[in-house]
């Protein structure tokens, strides 16, 4: 009796060992190939929310620079033939000059962007390289923005000190281009809040 004790053969082992390990084994890959599957299908989800979200801040840049595009043509055209004779010429104050001028810059930055911008969403490839683009349209927003504030502060207070002694066509001509001048700047520093979320996006390498 002691023999058989001391020398356990294959029939004393437990017959659920081996089968339980096939079993668990068996179990082990499907479970890793699902893992993967589902991992797969969330980086492709990733990308595709990434893709729209992008083509959305793309079309909204395009069209608040359009709006700025409008907004400053139309400004600095009703400024500049803003001329009823005597006192009432925009030339000879020097606001009025200003804000001209800085209609046609904002004119001109926003035309080029738009060119820009319908250029790339057609199927080209962009203007400006893509490692610099965002700091260009950044930098450009910001600047701009600046300056048609800058023009605005410089137009209003002297608009109202006429306004105060007398209300007529130049008074309200000049009034409706700093609106015009005012709605620009909101649509560029729109454009600039933008321009900047994707700069702090953009990878480099």
Known sequence: MAAVSDNP???NLPESSAPSDLEKGSDATPTNTATGEGSGDAAVTAVVRRWRREDMLDKATLLLRA??????VISFMVMASN????WMEFGNYEE???IVAIGVLA???SMAQVVRHVHCLSGGHDLIPVRYGGIVDFAGDQVTAYLLMSSLSAAIPITNRMREGVDNMFTDSSSASISLAFFAFVALALSSLISGFKLCKQ???
């Open 67 to 72: 709006a700025t595009w409008l907004f400053s």
């Open 9 to 11: 053969t294959s029939e």
């Open 107 to 109: 004119f001109l930055y």
């Open 96 to 98: 009025y000059r200003y």
């Open 203 to 205: 990878q480099y390498i």
């Open 83 to 86: 001329k009823h004779g005597d």
